[in-house]
């Protein structure tokens, strides 16, 4: 076997190596043994289930983090690290309202909670942002961009988002309304009227 041969053999090993020793991928590895080792003892492996969610959260791993927080919150629904971690978890996803919903939720439970609150009016402030549409930014288009331009990005985005190209739910809804923004966009951008009253 020759070097590069082998190199390309290792690497998908090493890939999956690097990756679970990214942040806190040791922790989850610790947590998930701790759920193996005392799988009958619900206060273990609950906090154990807190704990990988706050890792998957931190590690941007977001879609993930918000299935695993959502379970424990059905057992715990006034855990407020878990709530935090969801909302920053649907922060990523750019799911504004439900990052407000948890991190106010959490506030109800913890009022005086500095990262409660700052996480809270962080997000309040990027759903503000998300309301402002850039729909060339949307698009990827240029500002100065021709019709023709605009509907064949229009196109290859529509295709790539199509809902029916998801099978999980979560990917799904994000793509959904990835795809509604994309045609949202088309919409206004050949619209001449439209585009005068953006300018």
């Known amino acids: 076997m020759t070097k590069g041969k082998q190199s390309f053999i290792i690497s998908p090993v090493a890939d999956k190596y ?12 610790k ?20 704990r990988i969610c706050h890792c998957l959260s931190k590690n941007q791993q ?15 629904r006034d855990n407020v690290n878990v709530l935090k971690a969801r909302a920053e978890a649907y922060l ?17 439970y913890s009022d005086n909670d500095q990262e409660v609150l700052e996480g809270l009016e962080r997000a309040q402030r990027m759903l503000k942002q998300s ?14 961009a021709r019709k023709q331009e605009i509907v064949k990005a229009y196109r290859k985005l529509a295709m790539q988002w199509h809902p029916d190209n998801f099978q999980d739910e979560e ?9 509604i923004d994309i045609a949202a966009a088309k919409e206004v951008l050949t619209d001449p009227e439209l585009i005068l009253i953006l300018s």
């Open 31 to 50: 947590y998930e043994t701790v759920m193996k080792t005392e799988p009958n003892i619900p206060a273990y492996t609950t906090r154990a289930k807190e």
């Open 62 to 76: 977001s879609t993930e983090a918000i299935k695993l927080c959502t379970e424990v919150l059905q057992l715990e």
């Open 171 to 179: 990917e799904k809804k994000k793509a959904e309304k990835k795809f």
């Open 92 to 108: 990523l996803e750019e799911q504004y309202e439900e990052a407000i919903r948890d991190y106010e939720a959490a506030k109800e």
């Open 18 to 29: 690097k990756k679970r020793k990214s942040i806190g991928f040791d922790a989850v590895d």
């Open 131 to 144: 309301q402002k549409r850039d729909y060339y930014k949307i698009l990827g288009v240029k500002r100065n």
